[in-house]
């Protein structure tokens, strides 16, 4: 079965330092998302992106975020400046389809990042 | 506020037993799905329920949603340990088109 793969599982990072976390998404597939979850707290959007471009993003999603398909199977979510509040584990979601209607999500497993 | 509402939060129950969680919005929702999260591991879809009153069953599982598009409920029959997990519900209200989550309910079965 089709998978969208999370590189790394686990970063550990110092408050201040970027971070990249990278995804690759089912190959069909064509929009493309970041979730988040804080530790005992719900799954939250971050943002969604689509032929290229940001589709729409949440409050979280301020000017320290930054996502990119720099070619044909990666998707990456860059935090420039991470701030301790930022640990959590991010997930990252694909799908065929944008309104099917919101059938057909895969999320990957995830990467659990650490601000220390 | 908590755009949808799931309960309970955390149910234990003896393998054998039956449950219903529950999943509750004051919103309309175009359709819901439902999740389920393994510690460490991102959610998996089992179902997306998308006309009112729409029952659907995946095994010991039945999935119900709400005549009205504002509600959902998973039952599950004869719970087993491997039904363990958090259990997740999700939609996009009204006409926004990412998802966003109820808080979960954390299901354990005891063997």
């Known amino acids: 079965e089709p998978e969208v793969t999370q590189t790394p599982s686990h970063q550990v990072t110092q408050m201040g330092q970027e971070v990249i976390l990278r995804c690759v998404p089912i190959?069909?597939?064509?929009?493309f998302y970041w979730y988040r979850q804080i530790l005992g707290q719900k799954v939250e959007f971050l943002v969604s992106?689509?032929?290229?471009?940001?589709?729409?993003k949440s409050e979280i999603f301020d000017d320290q975020f930054s996502v990119e398909r720099p070619d044909g199977s990666n998707f990456t979510l860059k935090i420039r400046s991470t701030k301790l509040e930022d640990s959590a584990m991010y997930f990252c979601a694909s799908r065929i389809l944008r309104q099917d209607p919101l059938g057909g999500y895969t999320f990957g497993s995830g990467t659990r990042l650490t601000v220390v | 506020t908590q755009l949808l509402k799931q309960s309970p939060q955390f149910l234990s129950i003896q393998e054998g037993e039956n449950l219903t969680v529950y999943c509750n919005s004051s919103s309309v929702f175009s359709s819901l799905q439902w999740y389920r999260q393994e510690p460490g591991e991102g959610p998996v879809l089992l179902v997306t329920?998308?006309?009112?009153?729409e029952v659907k069953k995946l095994k010991r599982l039945t999935f119900q949603f709400g005549d009205a598009r504002k509600d959902s409920s998973l039952h599950i029959t004869a719970a087993q340990p491997g039904d363990t997990g958090l259990y997740l519900c999700?939609?996009?209200?009204?006409?926004?088109?990412?998802?966003?989550f109820g808080s979960g309910t954390q299901l354990t079965v005891l063997p």
């Open positions: 329920v998308v006309t009112g009153g």
């Open positions: 190959s069909n597939h064509l929009y």
């Open positions: 992106f689509y032929n290229n471009e940001i589709s729409e």
């Open positions: 999700a939609g996009a209200p009204g006409s926004a088109r990412q998802l966003t």
